[in-house]
């Protein structure tokens, strides 16, 4: 009952009709399959399987016919063959397939690493460029020597010329006065009227009536 109402409600999915296979884990399967293709892909492997053959042709074509057990023409042999073949194949297949899905997934991995390391190398590169600039502003150890360098050669020129200006006022009398040598009386170098001002300060007389 309980069947056929869960049977009839349409907001359930329906349960999967049919023959139920048994799960593989897949990823076991796929080491197991790549173990075997890459056995198989070596050079014992060959060896071996040759050895093998060849010792069959041997037993079954010199043995006594009593003890043959695949004469001539070989038949269990070949079906054997085949059945490696058969399986050889689809594992094969499977190992290329999950070495695809590797190579995939480390192609994607270097293609993420490679533009974070374009990222990072356009970063530096606007670093560098910024530091230049910043570095294109600022005063070098050469530049700054070769400053100071004027600046002291114009310092020892400025003193030399001091000296010179100094000895010549100690040497030349005209010079240290500022004219020809004669001292002349502050007013009337300022311009007043010659005499000993005193007539300046005097008041005029009156006439006597």
Known sequence: MTEQRRAERLDLPREPRGLKLPRVDQETFGRWAEGIARGMGTANFIVYMTLVITAWFLWNTLAPAGMRFDPYTFTFLTLVLSIQASYAAPLILLAQNRQADRDRVAF??????????????????????ALRIALGEVATRDFVRSELSRLAEELDESAQRRQRLERRHRDDPAVRTGGDGLDEPRDELDGDPPGDGRHDTMPARRPES
Do not use: P, S, V
Request: proline share 0%.
């Open 108 to 129: 994607d991995e270097d293609r993420r690493r490679a533009t974070m390391q374009k990222a990072d190398t356009e970063y530096l590169a606007r670093e560098i460029a």
